[in-house]
């Protein structure tokens, strides 16, 4: 996206026109609008294609199969409303992967406008941090176990899984916990408040959600 561009023209249409003289009916604002929606949203929208082409291009089914899948005409619509509004390449792919699974899934309409509504209000961040409670082993290394030693007792401590997400994370650490009170509130996490321990804190909801927006290879 060539964003110098985009700003210049918005700039230059809101420094020609006086708030004087813009009509009532909001020109200036129709003005900004149309160039922003021919230059990002339209740019979004070749992104957007280019992810689903490479998703689910290779899947052994027929256009006219797949054109007659009323969930994923459902999804398809749902996905790419939410597509537009972001330029998270990671929300993409999360979008596109609940796009694919929705072509064989069993799951009813309502559970996956459910899960696109969760998907569309959640940030990045609060996806990884489900991740996490759904798997804290993952950020751990074989080699993780002789790194946390007491020095007095010589013995090994509890891994800090918590502490691990936070350093591989570290822009997620100021607002992990406002992240995880809304995927509590939302029931998919059993506890409200995180430890440090590589236990399972997901619902069932909470799996099955995560299940709906990673790629099943």
């Known amino acids: 996206m060539n964003l110098p561009k985009v700003i210049k023209d918005i700039v230059e249409i809101t420094g020609k026109t006086l708030i004087s003289t813009i009509p009532f009916g909001g020109a200036c604002a129709t003005a900004i609008y149309d160039t ?23 899947l052994e089914i027929s256009l006219d199969d797949l054109g007659n899948n009323e969930n994923f005409t ?8 939410i597509a537009m509004k972001t330029q998270k390449e990671e929300k993409l792919n999360y979008l596109a992967s609940a796009l694919k699974n929705s072509i064989n ?6 559970r996956m406008v459910i899960f696109m509504d969760l998907l569309e209000k959640y940030t990045v961040s609060h996806l990884k941090i489900l991740s996490f409670c759904n798997m804290p082993e993952q950020y751990k290394k074989e080699e993780d176990d002789h790194k946390v030693i007491d020095n007095d007792t010589i013995n090994l401590l509890p891994f800090d899984y918590l502490k691990a ?3 591989k994370n570290p822009k997620i650490k100021p607002i992990f916990y406002k992240c995880y009170k809304d995927l509590y509130n939302d029931g ?3 506890e409200s408040m995180p430890d440090s321990t590589n236990k399972k ?3 069932f909801l909470g799996k099955a959600f995560l299940n709906f927006i990673i790629t099943k290879e």
């Open 36 to 58: 922003v929606k021919g230059n990002v949203l339209q740019k979004r929208k070749e992104k957007w294609m280019s992810v689903i082409e490479k998703r689910i291009g290779s």
């Open 74 to 81: 459902t999804m398809l619509i749902k996905t790419t409303e």
């Open 105 to 110: 899934s069993n799951l009813d309409e309502d």
């Open 165 to 167: 997400f936070h350093e």
């Open 188 to 190: 998919l996490l059993i």
């Open 201 to 203: 804190k997901t619902t």
